[in-house]
């Protein structure tokens, strides 16, 4: 259109850029792993490598509940680093970040773990962090916490700062988890989580007392889903879960993270207590049709709310139609505007919803933002996801 005041005037598409970091895990396929809030919403990734070649980097998938994004490059000699033993290291290691602060490439700052398995800060919806006072700034995430001989131990990932700099407190995700979660991209594009089929609190000092469990540490079981993997292994209501694979549970966010990490069908041996009685029992980790079903992918403003169909035979608080929020990362847009563990969606852009696939359905109607209609207890009320 060559109207002068339509090209004065007419809306401009405004360009953003970001800078983060990354670490070359296999040099070989090119493989590359950083923060999935680095490349949100990117239309174009592209990667600077230390010889300031700049490539194109294709996507190959991502997970926001662990903050994880795999990407890959072609490009010949790259160097890859070597991996260590995440499960090894200890409070008071040295440990030194590699990354892009505030822009400026192969940046190195020092220090100490100052803390091992940080759970429930609200960052990301699966938490197992590395505390560490090496300065991590605003451009680190993503990039390299490594030991003093080289090798990975974590993926710089966030800073507990009021002002948004550092302070001495980072935090990273541990290289075990963050691997686990890039195999699974690797082969499948996207994360397939297991399930036990349970919900679960922490065993806080009150209950632990009232239960005469004093100085015991897990994770209370509240509720078994019917048929669910916890279920054929005859877990219970009011079991004090323990230990994983004989790794300790400390409470219900270290379970969740714990179970949520690991694929469907894998072997996985409980310890809990029921009467004060130490037990154990072995099961296979369950997939979304033993009760709690993830929402697809493919409605971004939901990602990371796990779902679960309720009916008469799985009901919720009385109610026996709509979609039950069992879980909500602390950094979604749906947690962002209110929703919360524990609402019933009752109906989507206007449109009553009992399934996944009638969820699915009404979010059609609209890519641009969802209106749900919920209920919270004995309460009602409508809020909008953009």
């Known amino acids: ?18 800078l ?28 600077t490598l230390k010889n300031k070649q700049q490539l194109k980097a294709k996507l190959i998938g991502t997970d926001p509940e662990t903050d994880i994004a795999v990407l890959q490059i072609k490009a010949d000699d790259l160097t890859e680093i070597p991996l260590a033993n995440s499960a090894e290291i200890q409070v008071g290691d040295f440990a030194v970040a590699i990354g892009n602060p505030f822009g400026l490439s192969q940046t190195v700052t020092s220090g100490i773990i100052s803390a091992l398995g940080r759970t429930d800060l609200g960052i990301e919806g699966y ?65 397939k989580r297991g399930l036990l089929g349970v919900q679960i609190q922490d065993l806080n000092p009150d209950l632990a007392d009232a239960m005469d469990l004093k100085g015991v540490q897990g994770a209370l079981v509240a509720r078994v889903t019917p048929n669910s993997a916890a279920d054929k292994a ?7 879960i323990t230990a994983i694979n004989d790794k300790k549970t400390t409470g ?18 409980i310890d809990f207590i029921r009467n004060k009685k130490t037990m154990s029992v072995t099961t296979h980790v369950g997939n979304t049709s033993t009760g709690q ?4 992918t493919d409605m971004p403003l939901l990602q990371g709310t796990q779902l679960k169909e309720l009916s008469a035979s799985q009901s919720f608080q009385g109610v026996t ?4 929020i069992t879980a909500i990362a602390a950094n979604s847009a749906a ?4 929703l919360r563990e524990g609402d019933i969606i009752l109906a989507v852009n206007k449109r009553k919803v009992k399934t996944l696939t009638d969820l699915n359905k009404a979010a059609q109607l609209s890519r641009k933002q969802l209106l749900i209609h919920l209920q919270r207890g004995q309460n009602f009320l409508y809020l909008v996801i953009k």
């Open 321 to 324: 139609a709509g979609l039950l």
């Open 20 to 47: 983060g970091s990354g670490v070359i895990i296999d040099a070989k396929k090119g493989y590359i792993i950083t923060n999935n809030h680095v490349i949100a919403n990117a239309e174009t990734i592209l990667v």
């Open 252 to 269: 219900s966010s270290a379970l969740r993270t714990n179970i949520g990490l690991k694929r469907i069908g894998e072997k996985v041996k």
């Open 234 to 240: 005859g877990i219970k209501a009011g079991d004090v």
């Open 1 to 18: 259109m060559n109207d002068p005041f339509f090209q004065q005037y007419a809306p401009q598409r405004r360009q953003t850029q970001g």
């Open 293 to 296: 079903i993830t929402a697809s």
């Open 127 to 191: 938490e197992n962090f590395i505390q560490t006072d090496a300065s991590i700034n605003p451009g680190n995430s993503g990039g390299a916490l490594i030991d003093l001989h080289g090798r990975l131990i974590g993926i710089n990932s966030a800073i507990l700062a009021p002002s948004g700099g550092n302070v001495g407190i980072g935090f990273a995700i541990p290289i075990n988890m963050a691997k686990q979660v890039m195999d699974q991209l690797v082969e499948h594009g996207e994360i």
């Open 335 to 338: 947690a962002q505007v209110g």
